[in-house]
């Protein structure tokens, strides 16, 4: 077991790169099965959750050839979904997506409940009713989905809620069948519209990227596609959110303020200071945080769910009262307790609800990373704090965030990857 060692209290500086975006390159990767031809793919995070579903892929039979360190080669043309890897698609909440293109090359076949982070209730129903909206019926035998795609048809549907893998599933289904699909109530983030300029190169034509209509003429017959992944928004502001958190001046290369408006808007209301590039944003020090009366996290272009914890990280810093309301997922709080640990001040109101009273100062002791988010934000508390912290289970990390630890030593972290064996903290020292 694994465990990063910080030791906080210091100004960073320097430039960071961002990665390919892993929610774009989960359901891409997905998207390939819709073929039997070859797509490659650039831009790759390296990280464990596209490993994984690497992996999945592979289980079934598809061909998967590096070509580069972050381009990848792969050829569905025979694959077997009988043979699809069990312990590995209950690792990541993203093998979900294979519901979809699995649905468009057969016609019977069964699915394992996906696993991911454990932040609250993440219901699959909103997949279920979409495909069942499109012919494909789908019921529960065991640990198993038992699928029968037999009467898949292109229709026009509507989502019960704008869910992105939900929109995602049902955008690869209609583009692997012959006919018009449209999908209302579609999410919007810049993935979900990745996610559609790959099907288009496949061969798919789609109207209404990035807005709440999708119109999708799809074929029995994708061809392969090449595509670059976007680079990642949550990863970008995970960065932005150090930086202006521990004082420092950092630049955020492959940063798309595009992507970001709320986020930065948000910043800007904290009193943080950044300046804006073509391909950069770079955060300068600021004095004196003050806190956000609100943080409301929603669907794109809203503030994601996904940066709410390393906001809530920076509301210990900020001077005043923020009230974080995580409308998306009950059991995004528990990272709270471990900043607690830390001597922040904060209270849970409810499972969507939390205020932190700012500012306080973080103090080094063990903590534990529950999820892929709240391990990033507690990250930046460590930072923050002053002595040494122990942060456990950074498999979650991993999970998400490409070698973190190397990329944030470059700007001047003092950070390491441990072996748990023979370490010996003290909370507090």
């Not at 300029?197 to 999708?216: P, R």
């Not at 200071?273 to 770079?282: A, G, P």
Request: aromatic share 4%; proline share 3%; glycine share 8%.
């Amino acid at each position: 077991m694994e465990v990063f060692e910080i030791e906080g209290g210091k100004r960073l500086t320097g430039e960071i790169l961002v990665s390919g975006s892993k929610n774009a390159t989960t359901p891409i990767l997905a998207a390939t099965l819709l073929t039997k031809e070859t797509c490659v793919l650039a831009n790759l995070p390296l990280i464990e959750d596209v490993f994984c579903m690497l992996a999945i892929l592979q289980s079934m039979g598809a061909k998967v050839e590096w070509r580069g360190k972050r381009t990848v080669a792969i050829t569905a043309k025979d694959i077997d979904p009988t043979k699809i890897d069990a312990s590995a698609m209950k690792k990541i909440r993203s093998s979900i997506l294979l519901l979809g293109p699995l649905a468009t090359r057969f016609e019977n076949f069964s699915f394992y409940h996906p696993g991911g982070c454990v932040i609250g209730t993440r219901p699959v129903g909103t997949h279920f009713d979409a495909l069942q909206k499109l012919g494909v019926k789908i019921s529960s035998r065991g640990k198993k989905y038992v699928v029968d795609a037999s009467s898949r048809k292109a229709d026009q549907i509507v989502l019960r809620e704008m869910s992105v893998t939900a929109t995602e599933n049902a955008m690869m289904l209609a583009a692997g069948m012959s006919g018009k699909t449209i999908i209302k109530i579609a999410a919007t983030e810049p993935h979900v519209e990745d996610l559609g300029k790959f099907l288009v190169t496949m061969g798919a034509k789609i109207n209404g990227l990035g807005t709440h209509t999708l119109e999708i003429v799809g074929s029995k017959t994708l061809h392969g596609g090449k595509h670059a992944i976007i680079s990642d928004a949550n990863e970008a502001a995970t960065f932005l959110i150090l930086g202006a958190a521990t004082g420092s001046t950092i630049t955020v290369k492959n940063a798309r303020a595009e992507h970001l408006d709320l986020v930065l808007e948000k910043m800007r209301e904290c009193g943080v200071n950044f300046l804006v590039k073509r391909n950069s944003i770079t955060i300068l020090p600021t004095k004196k945080l003050k806190a956000v009366a609100k943080i409301d996290t929603r669907t794109y272009p809203g503030v994601p769910t996904d940066v709410q914890a390393p906001f809530g990280v920076l509301a210990t810093q900020a001077q005043g009262e923020t009230l974080i309301h995580d409308s998306l997922f009950e059991g995004r709080f528990n990272y709270v307790p471990e900043l607690l640990k830390m001597g922040a001040q904060a209270t849970v109101l409810n499972p969507h609800q939390v205020v932190v009273h700012g500012k306080t100062e973080l103090h080094g002791t063990v903590i534990k990373s529950y999820d892929l988010r709240a391990g990033a934000a507690l990250i930046i508390a460590a930072l923050c704090a002053n002595g040494k912290t122990i942060i456990e289970d950074i498999y979650q990390v991993d999970r998400g965030y490409e070698r973190i630890e190397e990329r944030l030593q470059k700007i001047g972290a003092r950070i390491k990857r441990v072996e748990t064996e023979g370490i010996c903290i003290v909370a507090g020292v």
